[in-house]
């Protein structure tokens, strides 16, 4: 298994403003997936972060909007620039090569619970 | 890309019943297919898997069944108990993707197991 931190746990936040979530793994991983859950919805993935390179977003998720940062293998960090309501949603980090073992699991971490007002 | 549709959105059943939750998919080529439970303000958690070369896979009380054929795939809980109930949701590989850390998840159903 594999245990992934993330920071903060939850925040309110004002319009307009950004936030940096962080996320360390215990583990040296290639990938780290940021994943959405708005509330009382399922799980979107907004992109994937690679060392070294850019992150790749999937469709509905910009870079400008979402910055990514993987300064080395065990962290990563998102962010949610120029907030507004409909940014509401929990922030999930995700693995699945703890160790290097892919067994399929995705690991998640506990989640950022942001609330825009 | 992959398109995943999941029912019932809401199930709820007796302690000692059994669940049934169904998932279809779109992508015929997809080869990987796990169930996560959601713990109401806790991380989604892999409960059970199945790849395309098996049709059906038990983990004690959970069993997982896939017909390719009809590409669909389903959940089974027997004997239910009331710290079975949470939101489980069905995922499956984007479409044409190698990475299984890339997934569609379904809309989620939430189990209510009443004592």
């Known amino acids: 298994s594999a245990v992934i931190s993330q920071k903060p746990s939850r925040d309110i936040c004002q319009r307009g403003t950004s936030l940096t979530i962080q996320c360390q793994v215990d583990s040296q991983v290639t990938m780290m997936f940021w994943y959405r859950q708005q509330p009382g919805q399922s799980l979107t993935l907004i992109a994937t972060?690679?060392?070294?390179?850019?992150?790749?977003?999937e469709s509905g998720f910009v870079i400008d909007k979402f910055p990514i940062s993987r300064p080395n293998l065990t962290f990563s960090t998102l962010t949610v620039s120029n907030m507004s309501p409909e940014d509401s949603s929990i922030y999930l980090c995700?693995?699945?090569?703890?160790?290097?073992?892919?067994?399929?699991?995705?690991?998640f971490g506990e989640g950022s619970r942001l609330t825009v007002l | 890309g992959e398109n995943v549709e999941q029912h019932p959105s809401t199930l709820s059943v007796q302690e000692g019943d059994s669940a049934v939750i169904k998932c279809t998919y779109s992508?015929?080529?997809?080869?990987?297919f796990p169930w996560y439970k959601q713990e109401l303000g806790k991380r989604p958690q892999l409960i059970i898997d199945i790849r395309s070369n098996v049709g059906e896979k038990k983990d004690q009380r959970i069993a997982v069944t896939l017909n390719k054929t009809a590409k669909h795939f389903s959940l089974h809980i027997t004997e239910t108990q009331p710290e079975d109930s949470a939101v489980y949701f069905c995922a499956a590989p984007f479409a044409g993707g190698t990475s299984y850390g890339k997934l569609t998840f379904g809309q989620g159903t939430i189990l209510t197991v009443h004592p």
């Open positions: 972060a690679n060392q070294g390179s850019e992150a790749t977003y």
């Open positions: 995700s693995v699945n090569t703890p160790s290097g073992r892919n067994t399929g699991e995705l690991f």
């Open positions: 992508d015929s080529a997809s080869n990987y």
